[in-house]
């Protein structure tokens, strides 16, 4: 028979485990379908109300993440999102674009973006400030700015100490108003976090944006379909160990149905349809997460089409999860394999997890270094990977049946 504290740890452990994976949703840009025309309070609206209807692993996606306060391309407008959270009860990871040509003035477009936030909460009040879950000051800036986001072309970012310096300005913003104390982050690429030279953002935030994308890592030896579930969690777990026990929260991944091949990748429903039930499935309900993305702003090949739905919100693939076979981290299950399961949290030490960790530093810095990696590195992206998933299940499987008979017991008690 299951004692009391087993009891209540299995409960206190389930809470926890569930807490990571409280938000669920997609990312939202600003721009409709043709790529062009920008959003208006409708077409968000048209978008929630569709991802409310989503019901995945008795989970619904409804939270929005977004990538700026202001409605339209200039002005300090609050973004008409806002309207459509509120009617719709979708939750907000807010954003604050701060990738700005330094000849027009970086601090002043933070400035307005704050003004913005400012606007919504004297407008709405708490029906909007009751929906936010976090500020994400920034996407992508520092990937943008990097070495390899200069070579690749990928436009204005903003370096670490902008960054910080944004997010400063935000928190004393916010001081005196209801979302005083609202978790702050950042997103940009896994690759940023596992960089020292980004440091000083990760000591200033709260939580730590994590975006990954098997696909476009042509750089890894494999970056095929098959090996995707495998990258994806060496990424993370990358990113988890390089942030110090900030949270990682995961807001941005997915995989393309059209586009062009990247290394072994290819960009089509089949390996879309896969990518979402290994890795998509694997998350939903388990971790933070806003997948990329519910309907893209640009369908129209040969442009890189990230959307699960097409411009009239038919699904590309199956979206149910209900054939999935997900592949779940191969790092949390072996720690949740130990006596508390919630040590499955980003916070992990635990031996298993530092092993991991030395296998994904050598991957990546070998891959950072060189652009090639190592034999080495490719001995140990096998051995973190290959045969932990299957091990996963098992382990989920029983705490799924500890718990449920831990909940028995609990009515018997009762
Ligand atoms: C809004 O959604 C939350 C969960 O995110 C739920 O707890 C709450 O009851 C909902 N409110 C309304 C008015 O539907
Ligand atoms: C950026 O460059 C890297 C390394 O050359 C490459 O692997 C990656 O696919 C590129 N990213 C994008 C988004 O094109």
Not at 179 to 202: M, Q
Not at 352 to 360: E, I, N, Q, W
Request: glycine letters at 8%.
């Amino acid at each position: 028979m299951l004692g009391k504290s087993v009891l209540l740890a299995v409960l206190a452990a389930l809470t926890a485990v569930n807490a990571q994976g409280e938000y669920l949703g997609f990312n939202y840009g600003a721009h409709k379908a043709d790529g062009w025309t920008l959003k208006v309070h409708d077409d968000f609206l048209e978008e929630f109300q569709f991802a409310q209807k989503l019901a995945v692993n008795n989970g619904k996606f409804s939270s929005a993440r977004l990538y700026t306060m202001i409605q339209g391309n200039e002005g300090d407008e609050p973004i008409e999102a806002i309207e459509a959270a509120i009617k719709t009860n979708t939750t907000l990871l807010l954003g604050m674009w701060c990738s700005i040509d330094p000849k027009y003035d970086p601090v002043g477009h933070v400035k307005k973006e704050i003004s913005a936030l400012k606007k919504a909460i004297t407008k709405y009040g708490s029906a909007f400030t009751d929906l936010v879950v976090g500020l994400s000051i920034g996407s992508e800036d520092l990937y943008r700015s990097s070495a390899m986001g200069i070579k690749n072309k990928s436009g204005i970012g903003a370096k670490a100490e902008e960054i910080v310096e944004f997010i400063g300005m935000v928190r004393k913003a916010i001081a005196d108003t209801p979302l005083k104390g609202t978790p702050i982050g950042h997103v940009d690429t896994w690759t940023v976090w596992v960089d020292g030279s980004n440091r000083a953002v990760i000591d200033a935030l709260d939580w730590i944006g994590f975006d990954g994308y098997p696909y476009f890592q042509s750089n890894m030896p494999n970056n095929s379909i098959e090996a995707a579930a495998d990258l994806f969690w060496e990424s993370y777990e990358a990113t988890r160990q390089a942030v110090s026990g900030k949270e990682v929260w995961i807001t941005e991944t997915g995989w393309p149905v059209t586009g062009k091949d990247m290394g072994l990748a290819s960009a089509n429903v089949k390996e879309a349809q896969k990518y979402w039930n290994d890795i998509g499935c694997a998350l939903f309900g388990n971790y933070k997460t806003w997948w990329y993305m519910l309907r893209d702003a640009d369908p129209t090949p040969p442009e890189i089409e990230f959307g699960i739905v097409d411009a009239k919100f038919q699904p590309y693939y199956d979206i149910s999860c209900k054939n999935a076979k997900p592949s779940p981290s191969p790092v949390a299950v072996v720690s949740t394999s130990s006596a508390a399961p919630s040590t499955s949290a980003p916070a992990s030490t635990s031996a298993p997890s530092t092993r991991a960790l030395g296998s994904t530093y050598e991957i990546e810095s070998s891959t950072r270094d060189s652009g090639s990696p190592t034999n080495t590195a490719q001995t140990a992206a096998k051995t973190t990977g290959a045969d932990a998933p299957s091990s996963g299940f098992a382990v989920k499987a029983t705490i799924g049946l500890v718990a449920a008979q831990a909940i028995a017991v609990a009515f018997f008690l009762l």
